[in-house]
């Protein structure tokens, strides 16, 4: 069996310190075996003393450098990440807390219509609006409105002489929305313009029998 031999790389014996240094400690000169790296100059290895360890404490602050601004650039993208997606969850509550008080803020509103909005009652019902309008709550749908699929909920549909295109002519419930996010459609009746009518079955008949006449 073979012994290993003294202050080996296994751990047996004295312990083998290997000196990696490229600065020689004793004499302050750079050691012959060791390569300038990257960023260093080619004739490194031929400079001493200040010189050779003027050039590597260069290099090392470059390194140095670059970690730094790398680091820097990464923290202020995690930053900018963590408050976007922060800001976004504080508008998900908020929107959901405010949609839970639509249908408070719509007995409100009927109050008001039938002259009942008196007295404590009224105070608190105007203290409410208040809050919800600091929130960023925005109340939408008028009549005369142009029809919009995407804010309006058509519950009734008729034709007028007096109106251009599409109208919500009759608001039933209004809308509401927080930002960019429709917290509920407004409730309407639309009007589109008379000449859209589609031809009943008796007038269809007639024309029928108008163009049978012509043609004999």
Same mark, same amino acid.
């Given at each position: 069996?073979?012994?290993?031999?003294?202050?080996?790389?296994?751990?047996?014996?004295?312990?083998?310190?290997?000196?990696?240094?490229?600065?020689?400690? $004793?004499? +302050? #000169?750079?050691?012959?075996?060791?390569? *300038?790296? =990257?960023?260093?100059?080619?004739? &490194?290895?031929?400079?001493? %003393?200040?010189?050779?360890?003027?050039?590597?404490?260069?290099?090392?602050?470059?390194?140095?450098?670059?970690?730094?601004?790398?680091?820097?650039?990464?923290?202020?993208?995690?930053?900018?990440?963590?408050?976007?997606?922060?800001?976004?969850?504080?508008?998900?509550?908020?929107?959901?807390?405010?949609?839970?008080?639509?249908?408070?803020?719509?007995?409100?509103?009927?109050?008001? $219509?039938? +002259? #009942?909005?008196?007295?404590?009652?009224? *105070?608190? =019902?105007?203290?409410?609006?208040? &809050?919800?309008?600091?929130? %960023?709550?925005?109340?939408?749908?008028?009549?005369?409105?142009?029809?919009?699929?995407?804010?309006?909920?058509?519950?009734?549909?008729?034709?007028?002489?007096?109106?251009?295109?599409?109208?919500?002519?009759?608001?039933?419930?209004?809308?509401?929305?927080?930002?960019?996010?429709?917290?509920?459609?407004?409730?309407?009746?639309?009007?589109?313009?008379?000449?859209?009518?589609?031809?009943?079955?008796? #007038?269809?008949?007639?024309?029928?029998?108008?163009? =049978?006449?012509?043609?004999?």
């Amino acid at each position: 069996m073979t012994d290993r031999p003294t202050g080996s790389e296994f751990g047996d014996g004295d312990p083998v310190v290997r000196d990696k240094r490229r600065i020689d400690p $004793e004499t +302050g #000169e750079v050691r012959e075996s060791e390569q *300038a790296p =990257a960023g260093v100059p080619d004739d &490194v290895s031929s400079l001493t %003393g200040p010189s050779a360890q003027e050039a590597l404490l260069t290099e090392a602050l470059s390194e140095r450098t670059a970690d730094l601004q790398r680091l820097q650039a990464e923290y202020v993208n995690y930053k900018r990440r963590v408050d976007r997606d922060r800001e976004a969850s504080r508008e998900l509550v908020i929107g959901s807390v405010l949609s839970e008080l639509l249908g408070t803020l719509d007995d409100v509103g009927r109050a008001r $219509e039938a +002259g #009942e909005l008196e007295g404590a009652f009224k *105070a608190v =019902a105007e203290s409410l609006e208040r &809050v919800t309008e600091k929130l %960023g709550l925005v109340k939408f749908g008028e009549p005369g409105d142009p029809f919009d699929p995407r804010i309006h909920e058509a519950l009734l549909h008729n034709y007028s002489d007096e109106v251009d295109g599409p109208t919500a002519t009759m608001v039933m419930q209004p809308g509401y929305r927080h930002g960019e996010r429709i917290l509920r459609a407004a409730r309407v009746a639309v009007s589109e313009p008379t000449e859209k009518l589609p031809d009943t079955p008796a #007038e269809s008949t007639a024309d029928d029998e108008q163009a =049978a006449d012509k043609s004999e």
